[in-house]
């Protein structure tokens, strides 16, 4: 078969559904880190707003916004996740409005929300606009939309096509940006870009690896987020910060975000 007539690897409904049945239990599964309820509440308060999650993935970004007071939404296809979203919901006494639907044609009227937020979505995509600029028409005016991704420039992403190419990976199919091809895509939804974040793999891609092995090969689990002395941890807390104030170091991320504003 030559390359033209080759089937496109996508990412499918069954594969996370399959992937949020297998990690229901979230207390071994890797978080944000609460990345993203914490790059939006640096651009201010969320008490009052409405604020939307698009592909919600756990959801646990949502409930910490939820928690500060945010009117909050997530859209999601994958009716497990949704559940998942709902028991979290149910155990904090939070209100999460649920919605199943196309990130793509989204319920809602425009300039519905004050900000819209998404992570582990975008790259999914092989064309990364017609999300983004649906994600844009439910921004009002003055709002924020957060859009979080992997970054190109990591080991992560040579473990990640490895596994594509050999039709290992999780989800089938995915991309990956530079904060400089993210910051265009989101210019090119009609958004004015306000700033570009990173975060690096904490543990690291090695750790999670080896945990992992372990874990299949063996039987034996190592904690999932290993802390060393309080005074360590603030230490490379207060380093990774300084550094994360020049844009190179963007380069060597983990993941990025990139802050739009709706004119």
């Given at each position: 078969m030559d390359r033209a007539s080759a089937p496109r690897r996508v990412s499918t409904l069954d594969h996370w559904e399959s992937y949020w049945r297998s990690h229901a239990n979230l207390e071994q599964t890797y978080s944000t880190g609460g990345r993203l309820a914490r790059e939006i509440q640096h651009e201010g308060p969320v008490k009052g707003h409405r604020v939307l999650e698009v592909g919600a993935g756990s959801g646990r970004d949502t409930l910490a916004l939820a928690r500060a007071g945010a009117t909050a939404v997530v859209v999601d296809y994958a009716p497990m996740s949704l559940e998942l979203v709902a028991r979290q919901a149910r155990d904090q006494g939070q209100r999460v409005a649920l919605v199943r639907a196309d990130a793509l044609a989204m319920p809602f009227r425009e300039g519905a929300f004050d900000v819209v937020f998404h992570q582990g979505l975008l790259e999914h995509f092989r064309d990364p606009r017609p999300l983004l600029r649906?994600?844009?028409?439910?921004?009002?005016?003055?709002g924020r939309m957060i859009?979080?991704?992997p970054q190109t420039f990591h080991p992560y992403t040579l473990m990640k096509q490895l596994l594509i190419a050999l039709d290992r990976w999780f989800a089938g199919w995915e991309r990956q940006f530079t904060p400089a091809e993210l910051e265009r895509e989101v210019a090119a939804a009609g958004l004015a870009v306000r700033r570009t974040y990173g975060e690096w793999m904490v543990p690291g891609l090695w750790y999670r690896v080896a945990r992992e092995v372990l874990k299949r090969g063996v039987k034996i689990t190592l904690p999932l987020e290993p802390r060393g002395p309080a005074w360590w941890q603030a230490l490379w807390d207060?380093?990774?910060?300084?550094?994360?104030?020049?844009?190179?170091a963007l380069y060597t991320c983990h993941v990025i975000g990139t802050v739009g504003e709706k004119p």
């Open positions: 649906e994600c844009a028409r439910v921004t009002g005016r003055g859009v979080d991704v207060r380093l990774r910060a300084r550094a994360l104030r020049h844009r190179a």
